[in-house]
C-alpha cells in the first residue's frame, strides 16, 4: 500500500491507502467505496480486482518521443 493525500480546494486534505499491483494501481477500490458510500439506490455488488496502468510511463516507452517527431519531416 502507498499512502496517498489528496488535496481538496477549501476542505480538508483526504488521506488514501492506495494498493498497488506489478499492473498498477488498484482502481476498483476506489469504485467499490464509492458505491458503499452512495446514499440512495441498490448499491452494485463489489467489483474484482482492477488495475489501471499506463505504458508511457514505463522507463523504457518511446512514446512522447515518437510523438513529437510527427512535427518533423522525413527528406
Known sequence: ???ETILVKGKPS???NVRVTRHGPLISDAI???NADAKEGPKPPPLEPLA???SALDPDDQTLASFLQTNYKLI
Request: glycine content about 0%.
Open 1 to 3: 500500500m502507498i499512502p
Open 14 to 16: 483526504v488521506m488514501a
Open 32 to 34: 467499490n467505496a464509492m
Open 52 to 54: 489501471f496502468r499506463w
